[in-house]
């Protein structure tokens, strides 16, 4: 596996960005891991590389860069009410689409440009926050992304003009969204309309809930994590870029 950590210019300043990709047989097809909210750590970083052994280029890009650079938090961001926690939701609270998707613009110029990334069609998943950043990246950018995937995404229904499920005929590539259960920032009527709207849309792929689990099953370091879940999820993603990408 070959790892490295690159710089990517952006309208905002400089974007850091976790790369990784096989050793073997490039070029390999592109795609993008938007993190959760408590951002760039270790067990991203393996999620990464168990994608990249399946034959892609990885791009696990610091969304929270413009709070400066290596933004990372403490092992207790998860503890509401935490020095870290608080940190934490500061810079989040102020994330929002329209500047998520000049950073994807971005990095897609990054992608292009670099010798061991497949020209054509990328692929772009995200956690929690970053499931309307991935759903987003597949509507303003149709002709770019073949395949997106949300998992126990948040904000998917909102007023936000840029709300995913206002979205959906924007998009050529096919979707994965995937819900859990039991999740208070993803809770059941929320995920009833959401299933409505991308019905209606005529949009391309599918919404599947998750029995029995709560938000962030599939990461492994989690309370929550729920091993059987997470395996479901690794197989529903990686059929998806096979599908889509190759």
Known sequence: MIEETRDIKTPDGTLEAFLCRPERNGPFPAVFLLMDAPGIREELC????RLATSGYFVVLPNLYYRAGRDTTFGPNVLDEGSAEWTR???I?????IPPVMNDFASMLTFIDAH???RSGLVGC???CMSGPYALAAAARFPDRVGAAASFYGTWLVSDAEESPHL?????RGELYIACAEHDE???IPMVEKLMAAFSESGAKGEIEMYPGVHHGFAFPNRWCFEKQAAERHWERLIGLYRRQLG
């Open 115 to 117: 010798n061991e990334a």
């Open 167 to 171: 979205n959906f005929e924007k998009t």
């Open 88 to 90: 934490m939701r500061a």
């Open 46 to 49: 393996d999620m990464a590389r």
């Open 125 to 127: 998943h995200g956690y």
């Open 185 to 187: 920032l993803a809770p």
């Open 92 to 96: 989040r609270t102020k994330m929002t």
